[in-house]
């Protein structure tokens, strides 16, 4: 993992920076800040290195996991979306709350 932190040589520069690409997703800015914050937290009470990476880790992990689940909502709802407007005949199934 620290050859990975350390080797920027194998990186390009990005196109956008990190804000430009989260603007328009303001869940994503969130949590992002949540992980930051939560590391910071942690160095600043004395946590050790190992501790503040398996936290930092774990939380990604999560942030992974919601990204993927809105994605999928998202095609969800635009594959609904696309089926209703080719037929309109179609009734959408809703569960009741």
């Not at 949540?34 to 050790?48: K, W, Y």
């Amino acid at each position: 993992m620290e050859g990975f932190m350390n080797d920027e040589s194998t990186f390009s520069k990005p196109k956008f920076s990190l804000d430009e690409r989260f603007a328009d997703d303001p869940l994503m800015q969130a949590r992002l800040h949540q992980i930051a914050d939560l590391r910071d937290r942690m160095l600043a009470e004395g946590v050790s290195l190992d501790e503040v990476e398996a936290r930092t880790v774990e939380q990604i992990r999560l942030m992974g996991q919601e990204l993927l689940r809105s994605i999928a909502q998202g095609k969800a709802n635009q594959s609904t979306t696309q089926a209703l407007k080719e037929n309109p005949s179609l009734i959408r199934d809703r569960k009741k709350k």
